[in-house]
């Protein structure tokens, strides 16, 4: 074996930074008022245990999620380059969410926190409808029958999975399919067909604006029968964060409402999709977006004002203040409004449309009386669509507000608005957080008393930044102080100044801060003629999510030990064996147990490469780790494995916290490039009849490298979990043997056979280093069945 070894830099000694917790997923990611579920959510660096809690009303989760048995599926073989990219290996912890039967449907928000911190803010959602939860098993997909209504709960998981659901319809029937995905912070760009029973499709999911591109999917069946739904990843990606809620009902999807809301208090008529009329009262005490069942047509949610509504269908001319509704119906097509203005009057007009559902992309133009174009405002800012300007009459007069599409080939009923009319207001501010979670590790002794420390740049992840938005003219410093600091805790700066747009609060914890996760509000003073003008800090979230004003602020330990390495590269490393690296252990202090196991994350996808966790006993300064490398592992492939370092920390306070390290520098990652194995499995057919009740014999032959030809070998069939009816008992093939034969015997109902069968061979002493190889064979059913 050909191994470089180039000595390491000189490393100085030192303590190591927390690693926060982070969540990758929850599974299912939503389910039905009135029920319990039991979920699955994948983190890192949870090391077993974490603080569950969600936000909203209506919803309960239990105080812990815990770990349990990871569920991973390899799925195919990545060829370079794509091999060569990072992979995160998230854990499955299990936790519980308990809905009240009278929770309003919707969005709410979760986290997990450990000792050392807090991650960040991630959706479930309440529905209304009966839920399933796939069953994910690997392989070609088998069609999982399902009853209308439902939201099913699903994975494209591992890579290039495909999942099928099947249901009836009835001829002359309507079915709508709406999947939801990246709207909920995953990255599974949703491939939706609805396929006829005859095998045709029908359609094809169209991607919706107000989703962040989920898509939906509506079509009347042509015949009863059975019909398919779809889903893939639209670039054949998958993995377990690859979560999707796919509702299929009968009946036509909410796709517009007209208008998109009303005045407090008030039972208003809609009309949803241009045709059907619905009365809903807007009994909503306090903020601005209400969740309503809009009777057999699904969930919409509403905006909700106090100003008096006028829509254009009751006319085109109004008084201030007023809420103006209406849609550009047509292509091409400008709603004109009207309103007269003195001399010197202000006028506001804040568009409400594509922030709460609409697809318009507006443009706002006012006019005077002789239609001279007077103010134009297409985005209020970057990325937000909806128009905002304030505009002061130069004369007395007839003044025309202008409301259109950015693109005149668009319109229609979904093209809906909200315009709020008002006179100017007082010079005001918004504070927004760009977080609403931040995670500090504390000073140790030597950086508190080190007067550069403040210097440095912050870690990532450590600052929260606060954006000020003007309002009307606004151009005041705003002076910032943090509620619910812990004791000793600071922050810096203080004051966003006139000239600036945001502030990166940065946090710096003495070290004998307690270990904790503080709530705090953020809140920002500005002085307007004399008098103090005061708002706090808000966390923007999606229109009908619960809002918050409050940052959870982690405090963590810092991390006394580490692993030190040396870099090197094994150029020849044969597939199917076990590669091992020493490493120095620097303790910093600590003198525990330390578990050393594969990082959570890794900088390069791992592709079935595995190490089992081990243990550095107290007082080792020193260790050897093992990762043992697939049979198939794609030839002249570079892997770079990371490690992680975890141990239980007894703090100054006697309180005991789990702590870990990991290392994505070079000389700390176990590098090597595979070659071919010293092993080679063939069997004597690739595939082989199935009949229940039946024995088929399977001849294999082992080639083996002359360093492995004296040793046993066990010959084995890897079986599927969720394959029945399979079984093989195991070959003990002795040294200088090459040939045997394994015997599969079938059950009663075997299958469903829709993967190959792993055929494993592998050393069967208790020498170093192990060797494998590995062969696949199709079982296919047979439509005779065997006598036994």
Same mark, same amino acid.
């Given at each position: ?549 409050? &940052?959870?602020? !982690?405090?963590?330990? /810092? *991390? $006394? +030990? ?6 090197? %590269? ?119 009849? &199935?009949?229940? !009740?039946?024995?088929? /014999? *399977? $001849? +294999? ?6 360093? %492995? ?80």
């Amino acid at each position: 074996m050909l191994r470089g070894f180039i000595l390491s830099a000189f490393l100085i000694a030192g303590v190591a930074h927390a690693e926060p917790p982070g969540v990758s997923h929850i599974f299912p990611a939503g389910g039905r008022r009135g029920t319990e579920v039991e979920v699955r959510v994948g983190g890192f660096y949870l090391h077993g245990r974490a603080g569950f809690a969600i936000t909203g009303g209506g919803v309960q989760t239990s105080p812990e999620v815990t770990g349990v048995e990871n569920f991973w599926i390899e799925g195919p073989m990545i060829l370079k380059p794509e091999s060569q990219k990072g992979e995160d290996y998230p854990k499955d912890h299990a936790g519980r969410v308990t809905i009240a039967p009278d929770a309003m449907p919707g969005v709410r928000h979760w986290h997990c926190r450990t000792s050392q911190g807090t991650s960040a803010t991630t959706k479930f959602v309440v529905g209304d409808l009966p839920e399933i939860i796939e069953h994910e098993i690997d392989g070609a997909p088998i069609p999982v029958p399902v009853k209308l209504p439902v939201t099913i709960n699903g994975r494209v998981f591992p890579r290039e999975d495909v999942d099928l659901w099947t249901f009836r319809a009835d001829q002359g029937q309507t079915i709508t399919c709406s999947l939801a995905s990246r709207s909920l912070g995953y990255p599974l760009e949703a491939a939706l067909e609805i396929i006829a029973p005859d095998g045709r499709t029908v359609r094809e999911g169209r991607r919706q604006t107000d989703g962040a591109g989920d898509p939906s999917a509506v079509f009347t069946a042509r015949v009863a029968g059975e019909y398919t739904v779809k889903v893939n990843d639209s670039g054949f990606a998958g993995g377990p964060n690859f979560v999707y809620r796919l509702t299929v009902r009968t009946g036509p999807r909410v796709e517009s409402i007209d208008p998109l809301g009303g005045r407090r208090g008030e039972t208003v008529k809609f009309l949803i999709n241009g045709t059907r009329p619905v009365a809903l009262p807007l009994n909503l005490a306090t903020g601005d977006a209400l969740t309503q069942q809009a009777e057999d047509l699904g969930v919409v949610t509403l905006h909700v004002d106090d100003l008096p509504e006028l829509h254009e269908r009751e006319g085109n001319v109004f008084t201030l203040p007023a809420m103006l509704n209406g849609s550009i119906a047509r292509p091409g097509e400008a709603d004109v409004w009207s309103v007269e203005l003195k001399k010197d009057q202000p006028l506001v007009l804040d568009v409400l449309a594509a922030q709460i559902g609409s697809k318009l992309d507006s443009v706002l133009v006012v006019t005077d009386p002789a239609g001279k174009e007077l103010a134009h405002n297409d985005d209020r800012v970057e990325g937000q669509p909806d128009s905002r300007l304030q505009f002061t009459a130069p004369a007395d007069g007839t003044y025309r507000v202008s409301i259109a599409d950015r693109f005149a080939a668009r319109g229609g009923p979904a093209f809906g608005y909200r315009l709020r009319a008002t006179v100017a207001a007082a010079p005001d501010f918004a504070l927004t957080l760009a977080s609403d979670a931040v995670n500090v590790t504390r000073q140790t002794e030597a950086e508190a008393a080190d007067p550069t420390a403040k210097k440095k740049p912050a870690l990532k992840g450590s600052t929260v930044r606060v954006t000020v938005t003007p309002l009307g003219t606004f151009s005041k410093d705003v002076k910032l102080e943090v509620l619910g600091l812990p004791e000793g805790v600071t922050f810096d700066p203080p004051v966003i100044t006139a000239k600036q747009k945001f502030a990166d609060l940065r946090f710096t914890a003495p070290p004998r801060t307690t270990v904790q996760i503080a709530n705090l509000t953020i809140r920002g003073t500005a002085e307007i003629d004399g008098q103090p003008l005061i708002h706090d800090a808000a966390f923007p979230t999606a229109f009908g999510e619960p809002l918050t004003n409050q &940052v959870r602020l !982690g405090i963590a330990p /810092a *991390v $006394p +030990f580490k692993h030190v390495g040396e870099y090197w %590269v094994t150029n020849d490393q044969p597939s199917g064996t076990t590669l091992s690296k020493h490493f120095e252990l620097q303790r910093g202090g600590f003198d525990g147990p330390i578990t050393v196991s594969l990082a959570d994350r890794q900088g390069r996808c791992l592709q079935a490469l595995t190490a089992k966790p081990m243990i550095i006993p107290p007082g080792a300064t020193d260790f050897t780790y093992d990762v043992l490398f697939p049979p198939d592992l794609e030839l002249g492939r570079t892997n770079r494995a990371q490690l992680m370092l975890v141990a239980e920390f007894t703090d100054f306070d006697g309180t005991k916290h789990t702590i870990s390290h990991t290392s994505f520098e070079q000389n700390e990652q176990i590098i090597s490039v595979v070659s071919e194995g010293m092993l080679r499995l063939t069997t004597a057919s690739t595939s082989y009849p &199935v009949a229940s !009740g039946a024995r088929v /014999a *399977v $001849p +294999f032959t082992l080639l083996r490298h002359p360093d %492995v030809a004296k040793r046993p070998m066990r010959v084995e069939i890897k079986v599927p979990p969720h394959m029945a009816g399979v079984s093989a008992p195991p070959v003990l093939l002795p040294g200088g043997e090459t040939r045997g034969t394994l015997t599969i015997e079938f059950g009663a109902q075997p299958g469903p056979f829709n993967m190959p069968l792993a055929v494993l061979a592998q050393t069967a002493d208790n020498a170093a280093p192990p060797h494998a190889a590995a062969a696949k064979i199709e079982l296919v059913p047979s439509v005779v069945t065997a006598a036994k």
